[in-house]
Nanobody
């Protein structure tokens, strides 16, 4: 019933850009914080970016700060991740996730906070 679907991944050269989208279905997530995580081969899943339910606060991993931008359009029930100046180290499967608790006043960087997950979209950055 509840589904998160990521799109926009692909192959890009270093220095290029991609925009990922996450479109929930089955229910609205306009009242929930959301985030992006990624997992590279041989590594654990790590935090990338998160946004408050209202879209008024954001958080970023130090490795992507200044290059990635998270945003949301609650009217369209869609989450975005704009990725610029991509590096080979950004290569990973990217997952979107929704908070388990509605109307949180904080923005969480911990994956255990998120209860709903998409299947992921592959991003590959060549050198």
């Amino acid at each position: 019933q509840v589904q998160l679907v990521e799109s926009g991944g692909g192959l890009v050269q270093a220095g290029g850009s991609l925009r990922l989208s996450c479109a929930p279905s089955g229910r609205t997530f306009s009242g929930y914080g959301m985030g992006w995580f990624r997992q590279a081969p041989g590594k654990e899943r790590e935090f990338v970016a998160a946004i408050k339910w209202s879209g008024t606060s954001t958080a970023y991993a130090e490795s992507v700060k200044g290059r990635f931008t998270i945003s949301r359009d609650n009217a369209k029930n869609t989450l975005y991740l704009q990725m610029n100046s991509l590096k080979p180290e950004d290569t990973a499967v990217y997952y979107c996730a929704a908070d388990s608790h509605p109307y949180s006043v904080t923005v969480s960087v911990h994956q255990d906070t998120y209860n709903y997950w998409g299947q992921g979209t592959q991003v590959t950055v060549s050198s």
